[in-house]
T-cell receptor, first 113, second 117 residues
Framework: QQQVKQSPQSLIVQKGGISIINCAYE??????FPWYQQFPGKGPALLIA?????SEKKEGRFTISFNKSAKQFSLHIMDSQPGDSATYFC????????????FGQGTRLTINP | GAVVSQHPSRVICKSGTSVKIECRSL??????MFWYRQFPKQSLMLMAT?????????EQGVEKDKFLINHASLTLSTLTVTSAHPEDSSFYIC?????????????FGEGSRLTVL
């Protein structure tokens, strides 16, 4: 089965700290790896995404690190703020074909003030 | 960015009734929309892929006769939960991809919370 494994399940970080969430995938055909942020009662919103031809992508305080050989990618949130408290999902898909997203299990992030 | 609208955002119904949820792409055309189901504190599980003008493709274990999907236009897909039961209570989320300006990004709706009494 095409799985994406995400860890940790929950994470508590102090304000100003770095939040790190990790994901691992199995299917080497995946070529698009987005991260989504979801607040309670809302749909997920795209945060940042990466293609496997680069090892890192940075957008503001959010950085994706991608290790193709290890089939792992991670989200780093720098200078974490209480407003970042949400559930984060990694995902993966093939841009050709059905393009179905496979989601990780989610990480509930809490930023303490 | 592109907007996907879902309606209703919340619905409560009695057991045995049917409920229809709409998913609209407001400023782009979407030949393909996806329907997800999310239980509390769990991840999104893909239920089906909705294709404009053709039958939906259901994931394994999803009853196509219970979850009817219609994608009659490039901007509207509907999910009808037929003969709903309490175990169907969940958060249903749709997503759509811009057909023309495809960048890989999926735009998600705000979700519809279904409660079956």
């Amino acid at each position: 089965q095409q799985q994406v494994k995400q860890s940790p399940q929950s994470l508590i970080v102090q304000k100003g700290g770095i939040s790190i969430i990790n994901c691992a995938y199995e299917n080497t055909a995946f070529d698009y790896f987005p991260w989504y942020q979801q607040f309670p009662g809302k749909g997920p919103a795209l945060l940042i995404a990466i293609r496997p031809d680069v090892s890192e992508k940075k957008e503001g305080r959010f950085t994706i690190s991608f290790n193709k050989s290890a089939k792992q990618f991670s989200l780093h949130i720098m200078d974490s703020q209480p407003g970042d408290s949400a559930t984060y999902f990694c995902a993966a898909t093939q841009l050709q074909g059905a393009q179905k997203l496979v989601f990780g299990q989610g990480t509930r992030l809490t930023i303490n003030p | 960015g592109a907007v996907v609208s879902q309606h209703p955002s919340r619905v409560i119904c009695k057991s045995g009734t049917s409920v229809k949820i709409e998913c609209r792409s407001l400023d782009f055309q979407a030949t393909t929309m996806f329907w997800y189901r999310q239980f509390p504190k769990q991840s999104l599980m893909l239920m089906a892929t909705s294709n404009e003008g053709s039958k939906a493709t259901y994931e394994q274990g999803v009853e196509k006769d219970k979850f009817l999907i219609n994608h009659a236009s490039l901007t509207l897909s509907t999910l009808t939960v037929t003969s709903a039961h309490p175990e169907d209570s969940s958060f249903y989320i749709c997503s759509a991809r811009d057909t023309i300006g495809f960048t890989g990004e999926l735009f998600f709706g705000e979700g519809s919370r279904l409660t079956v009494l």
